[in-house]
C-alpha cells in the first residue's frame, strides 16, 4: 500500500543514485522520486560537478552544459528506462529530462503502461 509505494520510490532513488555514480565517477547529492499515477517522476539534487559550476555562471557555459548533459541523457536513456521498467514491471513508453543550470537539479519522467500508482493501493 502507501508503504510499498514509499518503498518502490526509494528503491528506484537508491538504483538511479548508484547507476550514476557507476557511470559518471559521482552521482547527484539527493534523488527523490515519486510515482504519480502513470508516470515515474525523479528529483536529483546537487547534480553539478564544480567545473560545471564554474561554466554556468556565463551564457555560454550554461548552453554547453546542457547540451552536454542532454547528450549524456539520450547515451544512457535506455538504462535509465531499463532501471524503471525493473522496479515497476511496467513497459516505459516515453521518457523526458531536462536539467536546470540555476539550482544545479535534474528532472527524470518516466511514462508507464498501466497506471503504477492504483495498483500499489491494491
Known sequence: ????????EAD??????KFQRELLG?????????????MVITRFKGVLTTEEKHLVTHDTGRKLV?????????MYSHD???????????????????ISTKIGERIEVFIVDKDLEKSLED
Do not use: W
Request: hydrophobic content about 35%; charged content about 35%.
Open 1 to 8: 500500500m502507501a508503504n510499498s509505494k514509499r518503498k518502490l
Open 12 to 17: 528506484i532513488s537508491s538504483a538511479f543514485i
Open 26 to 38: 559521482r552521482g547527484p547529492q539527493e534523488a527523490k522520486t515519486y510515482i504519480v499515477q502513470d
Open 66 to 74: 546542457k547540451q552536454m548533459r542532454q547528450v549524456l541523457r539520450e
Open 80 to 98: 535509465f528506462e531499463k532501471i524503471v521498467e525493473e522496479f515497476t514491471k511496467c513497459k516505459v513508453l516515453s521518457s523526458h529530462s531536462d
